[in-house]
């Protein structure tokens, strides 16, 4: 059971990026935006954060990737080399497609504006469950989340 446990929590950021080209074709040449590079809010500790796993997959995929966090920023440049921007909004501007990994209050207070009116395209992946699905679909943002039945 163990065993299991930690397949299913190593292939969960691959889920996002599996949904990100499903939802766009091919990811060459789209700008994806993660929101929380840490492991944990509140923390600068990239270790075992699992953006880095999305980051690498996006990138190994020929996207272009941007991301922020409050404080792991900095931090996450050792493990990953990407476009770091100053705010989510920054990240958002001209993205493709935004996943959330780390779930900053900051990120989810986040209003369906903010995604609708910076993006590209606006398709929120939610790695965290911190949005209300239904006021982000109803503002128009395509919208997925980890363990949101009917959304897998």
């Known amino acids: ?8 929590n190593e292939s969960q950021p691959l889920l996002l990026v599996a949904w990100a080209r499903d939802a ?23 270790r075992e954060a699992r953006a880095a796993v999305v980051a690498r997959a996006l990138l190994d995929a020929g996207a272009s990737v941007v991301g922020c966090d409050p404080q ?28 959330l990994m780390t779930e900053w209050p900051e990120y989810a207070a986040l ?11 606006p398709l ?13 679909r109803n503002a128009g943002v395509e919208y997925r989340a980890i363990g949101l039945g009917g959304s897998e």
């Open 1 to 8: 059971m163990l065993d299991a446990t930690l397949a299913v």
């Open 24 to 46: 766009l074709g091919s990811l060459e040449g789209k700008r994806v935006a993660i929101l929380g590079l840490a492991f944990k809010p509140e923390t600068d500790d990239v």
């Open 72 to 99: 792991a920023a900095e931090n996450f440049g050792a493990l990953c080399d990407i476009e770091i921007a100053p705010s989510a909004e920054a990240a958002l501007a001209g993205a493709d497609c935004a996943i």
């Open 111 to 121: 209003p369906p504006a903010a995604f609708t009116e910076r993006m590209a395209r």
């Open 124 to 136: 929120l992946l939610d790695g965290r469950r911190a949005f209300d699905a239904a006021a982000m």
